[in-house]
């Protein structure tokens, strides 16, 4: 039954789309607003979702979740006349008289996949860039954050055109129905294992993607370089912010493990439990300024990655766990087995792994031993560190001397590469991925250049 319901949204999804509605900057515009007016009007029942599903506290849900849908509502909402413009394309001399343009034209039917972090923005955030370019649109959001998915079931049909915007509810199964149909495009933001799943049935009907993945962002601590009492404390904040800030160590863009030179790493440790201390008190499992785990999966998960005797022996703050509550406190592990799954996978969880080096150099061959990460997190000074990173990692992106803020900025692409993903929106970005451009050329009917015909000759070859 739930499965025929599908069939029938999708169906009038496609229905919708060929009658040409959802093409006017008026329509877009519409949805874009209420979608605004959706996040305002509904932002105390947002907050207490948010903290039912994962324990966010307001002021994290307004920043990381409706914060984000507002300011890409209103930027969308700025710029979107401007996107939606054809471009000129300049045509080479020898076919003039001629005249070319770029036309963004919607895919069509869109499906976008969100993951249970960011219940709220990672589906939102995706469907502001899918109207924007003036598609329809189908939300799976993630059933491990159920009262978020169910709070978008039932208020985006009160606020957002219920022909060309749907919501559906459900868990694999589900995603894997959704999967066997044919989309005009797929927007997935999840894990690795579930992102081949995604590329392999959009293959079936040479759907395009964009898979917004995951993996293990490193950052970069030259303390050599930044020396100065004030400036090692702003490192240590931004450390502690981008590891158990958002959604307590599990985000996409979170620090997963840090590189210090061996000479700074007590250091650094001291720094970072001080700011621990500071930020969550001295019994975190007491602050409300701290995520919990999703689930017991997860939390099962997580724990099993400190199991390891020779990874637990490398504990050097926290550790705590409390079976019943599901919570592990902010846990720092000093040089634990390279090989272990702590350091092999991504850990999407409050464990935050400290690798040291001889020289901070060496950083770039250690990244560059594992796969593309989505973000670097290098804390520097130094010009030349900073130009090497750039030139000689590959990684979705690059962030000097902060964490997590390149995910508010609209100007820049937002994705990774490699295996942690295929891809970008935000912005600008989203309206492109979202659109095909379509190039459309014009050309006069004199003159015409006969040598372009056969029957072929020598003299053609020199014209
Ligand atoms: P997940 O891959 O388990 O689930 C994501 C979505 O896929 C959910 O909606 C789920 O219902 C669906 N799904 C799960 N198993 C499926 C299957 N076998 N077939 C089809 N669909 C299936 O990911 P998650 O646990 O929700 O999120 C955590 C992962 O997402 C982490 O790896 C994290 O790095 C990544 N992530 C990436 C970003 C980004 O922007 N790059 C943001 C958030 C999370």
């Not at 994290?60 to 710029?79: C, M, N, P, Q, Y």
């Not at 054809?86 to 895919?107: C, D, H, N, Q």
């Not at 039917?109 to 589906?123: A, D, E, K």
């Not at 087995?337 to 400290?354: K, N, R, V």
Request: hydrophobic residues 40%; aromatic residues 10%.
């Amino acid at each position: 039954m739930k499965m025929e319901r599908v069939d029938k949204e999708l169906a009038e999804l496609r229905h919708t789309f060929r009658s040409g509605k959802t093409r006017s900057l008026a329509w877009r515009e519409t949805q874009l607003k209420a979608l605004l007016d959706l996040v305002h009007d509904h932002q105390e029942t947002l907050f207490d979702a948010l903290h039912h599903d994962l324990g966010k506290h307001p002021v994290e849900s307004f920043r990381d979740e409706i914060g984000v849908v507002k300011k890409s509502a209103t930027h969308s909402l700025a710029h979107l006349k401007n996107w939606m413009k054809p471009r000129t394309g300049s045509i080479p001399l020898i076919f003039f008289p001629a005249s070319g343009k770029i036309v963004s034209e919607p895919f069509g039917v869109v499906l976008i996949i969100g993951s249970w972090n960011f219940p709220i923005s990672l589906v939102l955030d995706p469907l502001i860039g899918a109207i924007s370019a003036g598609n329809t649109v189908l939300v799976k959001p993630s059933e491990l954050a159920p009262l978020c998915s169910s709070f978008l079931l039932n208020t985006i049909p009160n606020y957002l055109d219920p022909t060309a915007i749907k919501v559906v509810e459900g868990g694999v199964e589900t995603s894997q129905h959704l999967l066997n149909q044919k989309w005009d495009k797929i927007f997935f933001t999840g894990s690795k294992a579930v992102g081949r799943i995604v590329l392999a049935a959009a293959a079936q009907h040479l759907t395009p993607v964009t898979l917004e993945l995951g993996g293990k962002c490193p950052a970069i601590v030259d303390l050599t370089s930044i020396s100065s009492h004030y400036d090692t404390r702003i490192v240590a904040k931004r450390i502690v912010g981008g590891k158990w800030g958002p959604c307590s160590g599990q985000a996409c863009i979170g620090v997963d493990y840090l590189l210090v030179e061996e000479k700074h790493a007590q250091f650094l440790i001291d720094l970072l439990k001080k700011y621990i201390r500071r930020f969550y008190g001295e019994h975190p499992k007491e602050s409300n300024s701290i995520c919990r785990i999703v689930n017991r999966r997860n939390f099962e998960r997580v724990q099993r990655l400190l199991k390891d005797p020779a990874v637990s022996a490398s504990i050097v703050a926290g550790g705590f766990i409390d079976e019943e509550r599901q919570f592990i406190d902010p846990t720092i592990l000093l040089n634990p087995p390279l090989d272990s799954e702590l350091m092999t996978e991504e850990i999407f969880g409050p464990l935050l792994p400290i690798i040291t080096l001889n020289d901070i150099g060496e950083s770039i061959e250690f990244i560059n031993s594992g796969p593309k990460p989505l973000t670097i997190y290098p804390f520097t000074k130094d010009e030349k560190l900073k130009k090497m990173i750039v030139s000689e990692t590959s990684s979705g992106g690059v962030t000097f001397n902060d964490t997590m803020v390149q995910f508010l900025c609209d100007s820049l692409p937002f994705g990774g590469v490699g295996e942690s993903g295929l891809g970008r929106y935000h912005g600008k970005y989203s309206f492109d991925t979202f659109s095909h451009e379509k190039a459309v050329m014009e050309r006069g009917f004199y003159p015409e250049l006969e040598p372009r015909y056969p029957p072929w000759n020598s003299f053609k070859l020199k014209f």
